[in-house]
């Protein structure tokens, strides 16, 4: 899985869990994954894992008073629960109420059996390795056994199997402006589909000339196999 790329596996990961959630949960997942949580995600989760398993943005808890509370990420491996929060100073330090809040909230999440870990979004600005060893020592016995977990195959999306369904018919090959003509698409969606294929591992692309441009893509799946239907 390290070998993907983050770009590709963030929007996957993300595009997944907004499909799963409505209304308020879907809202606050829109919301809240900002620019501290993606850049915790990529500096800190992404070295740590090279996946997304078991980690969930903007996860309903409810709180001591019954009302839902959203944490930035919450990890679950086994009968674990780890809670990330991205603090920011200008949103948390200034408001004495909302401070207190926060304090109670973590209280009320170790009580439940949570292990809570509160992140300064300078220190991830600015001192990020800092982080990442921190975590690594302290999430150490856990980060062994979730790498013995079974990671979830690749999904693919209607488009990635016309893709592969038109590679078959064309000797193996997906060349992005004449599949896009025969499948009705634009072109830049092909490449963009052709892309995450790649990073799948369905699809190789083929470099061309000295320049290494590519215009075409070779199909590495089998005619048979089940992510074609």
Request: hydrophobic share 35%; aromatic share 12%.
């Amino acid at each position: 899985m390290r070998g993907l790329s983050f770009e590709a596996e963030h929007e996957k990961w993300m595009d997944w869990h907004l499909d799963k959630r409505h209304g308020e949960r879907k809202d606050a997942l829109r919301r809240g994954h900002g620019y501290g949580n993606r850049l915790f995600v990529e500096k800190i989760w992404w070295s740590l894992m090279g996946h997304f398993g078991g980690l969930h943005p903007e996860y309903e808890v409810k709180d001591w008073r019954g009302r839902s509370y959203y944490a930035d990420f919450v990890w679950i491996v086994g009968a674990h629960r780890f809670v990330f929060e991205i603090m920011d100073y200008g949103s948390h330090g200034k408001d004495r109420t909302k401070y207190r809040m926060d304090l109670n909230r973590v209280l009320f999440l170790q009580s439940q059996g949570y292990v809570v870990f509160l992140i300064s979004l300078d220190e991830l600005k600015e001192n990020s390795p800092f982080i990442l060893s921190m975590l690594r020592h302290s999430l150490a016995p856990y980060l062994t056994a979730a790498a013995q977990e079974p990671q979830p195959k690749p999904t693919f999306g209607k488009i990635e199997r016309q893709l592969m369904r038109h590679a078959l018919l064309h000797d193996r090959i997906v060349r992005p402006a004449a599949a896009a003509k025969e499948l009705e698409l634009h072109k830049h969606t092909v490449i963009k589909h052709c892309r995450n294929l790649v990073e799948k591992g369905r699809l190789r692309a083929i470099p061309t000339g000295s320049t290494g441009k590519i215009y075409c893509y070779e199909y590495m799946g089998t005619a048979q196999s089940p992510d074609l239907l």
